[in-house]
């Protein structure tokens, strides 16, 4: 007697709440609570609105310049898919298990609410919560849109209280005078989690069965529909037994809701049919890849998708929207440009080299645009250091190292523009010179050249190919050295003057870790900046070079040839525009100027040999030779490489043969003409073929 008192009393309970809900769903409250009713209703609006809408998160497609995918950015795996574009078998399995009398309510079962309450009198307690497929997308969507997906977000999307239900009820009702039956299934089956990372049928269906969700055979939709309830635990790939045992519970509702026809005994045999069907789920779920990391090639694609998601950040795109908002976005990433720089860096530096970087990026010239072509690197892009890989990225963001006597190019430029020599005019190279004009703790500067020639006089462009120290010293006094350090900004070293500080790490917003590197070079009258040993970025070098042969224009070297949203819109970025930095005549006689660097007695001109086209070059080495680099191009790319230390501790890269560090007892190491020449030479081989050569445009006469 107690017992069924008990179930009495609460089903009486449960046929008042299911009166109540009816009331509040029906009717809004008056008095005092009027106000109160009237913002929840704004509230219900709002979102019914949204759901109407059904903006779900979508998967962004990275492609390379021809349109290959070679990277995917989500939250959520979803392929979206129209209601032709599923199976019967699957609406009818999802039906039956989840919302048998679809077709007859309008948002909310009352009949199943009063079953509910039936059930819960007779078995004493609540076994069924009588949740329609509206009311679950209602509480899919506010969990796994709305919320991101968080596990904040699903607790309170799921929370067992009345309030909870209340408002589940009112915008399923609200819903259903806005959607037909039919999009509000196609909406559910889009958004629901079947486990596995995957939401949505259309990406269940391909990765647990390799398929399409037009062809979603009964044992396979059944399988899914399953999923739905419990997709962590039903895991068909981790433990089939209990999957299968849903899928057949599925099957069953299926027979009874006679999705296999009226006659029982036709139904019951297919059925029978259906459950004995082995599972079919592939041994590789075909989960699509996500992130930088594991996409397409990504030991080889990384460090461009990583430039990229940095890149589309600072242009103002957030992070969220990236990995949500469904984008196509086709980059200027060329495949066969990157695979040839990977080769040729590893090629120099094998990947599992200890604490040897080899790094190179390739930037296309031109006066409305500098594509990035490749960027690349010794090291595999990825997490695993011992097997070689990385995930710094190594050709773009600014390296803690030096380019070397690169900068004398910028020594060279503003001397240029000063009026203080011309390319064809001798200046002074002494094999030692001591500054009066810069100091070293102190003391005079003095500085010597690499080797000692019998010349003590040479033309600025022979000094651009042979690289004497003393002479840009002296030429750097007569330009003036913040003259030299802003020139360096003006030709492309944007990030590395301006976004670091002197140890190279990026410039809070606060100021509290700077000034940048260009400031601090200028405050401290460091004359040695034409040498090349501050932090730089080998991208930002490779713009430098873009911007010579693109007659002085410097333009951002941007990743990004075209995005679109989801609905195929192109979308704009805020990207830095073009600029004329110096005069086309200028960039034009310093090219050729920098021509020399490949001829016979030029630094260059020993891993140049098979490269006959005419171009620009400069290799650079700093004075500890932590670190080497090249930096060339022809009026097609351009392009930079730098080698170095890239472990905790940085020491002397010897040997070109094998690049290995040497410690730091003073001894000489590696030069800007071995392993960093030869790696851009070998990629421009194969990046340049079938191209034709191009003539470098003509000096000016003024810069002479």
């Known amino acids: 007697m107690f017992a069924r008192a008990t179930g009495l009393v609460k089903l009486v309970g449960l046929c008042l709440a299911a009166g109540v809900l009816l009331a509040a769903v029906m009717f809004p409250v008056v008095g005092g609570l009027g106000l109160a009713s009237n913002r929840a209703a704004d509230t219900v609006d709002q979102t019914s609105g949204e759901l109407a809408k059904g903006e779900l998160p979508l998967v962004t497609t990275v492609q390379d310049m021809n349109g290959a995918p070679i990277a995917y950015l ?31 309510h309008k948002g909310v079962d009352w ?53 909870r239900k209340l408002r589940e009820a009112r915008v399923a009702l609200q ?29 269940a269906a391909k990765a647990y069965f390799g398929t399409t969700p037009d062809k979603l055979t009964v044992p396979q939709a059944a399988m899914l529909a399953g999923l739905v309830n419990q997709p962590s635990v039903l895991n068909p790939g981790r433990g089939p037994e209990a999957a299968i045992k849903r899928r057949n519970t599925v099957i069953d509702r299926m027979r009874d809701n006679e999705a296999f026809g009226a006659d029982k005994a036709v139904a019951e045999a297919k059925a029978t049919e259906y459950k004995a069907a082995e599972p079919g789920v592939v041994a590789d779920l075909q989960l699509l890849p996500n992130g930088c990391v594991g996409a397409g090639d990504g030991p080889v694609y990384g460090f461009f998708c990583q430039y990229l998601l940095d890149y589309l950040q600072k242009s103002g795109m957030k992070k969220d929207d990236l990995f949500r908002g469904g984008y196509t976005i086709k980059t200027t990433m060329d495949p066969v440009a990157t695979v040839a720089a990977k080769q040729a860096a590893e090629g120099q530096v094998p990947k599992t080299t200890e604490g040897v970087a080899n790094a190179m990026a390739v930037v296309q010239p031109g006066s409305d645009k500098h594509r990035v072509r490749a960027l690349a690197a010794n090291r595999d892009f990825g997490n695993n250091a011992e097997a070689g890989q990385s995930a710094y990225s190594l050709p773009a963001e600014v390296t803690r190292f030096g380019a070397g006597s690169i900068y004398k190019v910028f020594t060279a430029a503003a001397a240029l523009e000063k009026k203080v020599t011309g390319i064809d005019r001798e200046i002074d190279v002494p094999n030692v010179y001591t500054s009066r004009v810069y100091q070293n703790g102190g003391k005079p500067y003095t500085v010597r050249n690499y080797s000692n020639g019998t010349d003590t006089k040479m033309t600025l462009t022979k000094a651009l190919a042979t690289s004497p120290n003393t002479g840009f010293i002296i030429l750097e ?10 020139m360096a900004y003006r030709l492309g070293l944007r990030e590395t003057m301006q976004g670091v500080n002197e140890a190279g790490d990026p410039l809070k917003a606060d100021g509290s870790n700077g000034p940048s590197q260009g400031d601090q070079f200028k405050q401290n009258n460091s004359g040695s900046f034409t040498l090349g040993p501050g932090a730089t970025s080998v991208l930002e070098l490779s713009n430098v070079a873009a911007t010579i042969v693109s007659h002085g224009v410097w333009c951002p070297p941007t990743p990004v040839e075209q995005i679109l949203d989801r609905d195929g819109n192109p979308v704009k970025l805020n990207e830095p525009a073009c600029e004329q930095t110096v005069a086309p005549e200028l960039a034009d006689s310093l090219a050729q100027g920098m021509s020399h660097d490949t001829l016979p007695g030029g630094t260059a001109a020993g891993a140049s040999q098979g490269f006959n086209r005419p171009m620009i070059g400069k290799t650079g080495t700093t004075e500890n030779y932590w670190s080497v680099a090249f930096m060339g191009a022809t009026p097609q790319y351009a392009g930079a490489v730098m080698t170095f230390t890239d472990g905790v501790a940085p020491q002397v890269i010897c040997d070109a043969r094998s690049p290995r560090l040497c410690g730091n007892n003073g001894r000489t190491g590696l030069t800007g003409g071995e392993v960093a020449a030869p790696t851009w030479f070998n990629a421009m081989k194969v990046i340049h073929e079938g191209k034709p050569a191009d003539p470098l445009p003509p000096a000016a006469p003024q810069y002479k």
Request: hydrophobic share 40%; net charge negative; aromatic share 10%.
């Open 477 to 486: 006094e007569k330009a003036g050295l913040d003259n030299v350090v802003d």
């Open 74 to 104: 989500y939250d959520q795996y979803r392929i979206p898919v129209q209601y032709e574009q599923i199976a019967d078998t699957m609406k009818a399995a999802i039906i039956a298990i989840e919302d048998k009398r679809f077709f007859l």
């Open 175 to 203: 819903l259903e005078q806005v959607m037909t039956k039919e999009e509000i299934l196609t909406a559910y089956l889009n958004i629901v989690p079947f486990g596995n990372g995957t939401y949505g049928v259309g990406a």
């Open 111 to 163: 009949q199943g609410i009063a079953r509910a309450a039936a059930k819960a009198g007779a078995d004493g307690e609540v076994s069924q919560g009588a949740s329609t497929l509206t009311q679950q997308y209602v509480k899919n969507y506010l969990a796994f849109v709305l919320g991101g997906g968080s596990n904040e977000a699903y607790e309170k999307a799921t929370e067992a209280t009345a309030g």
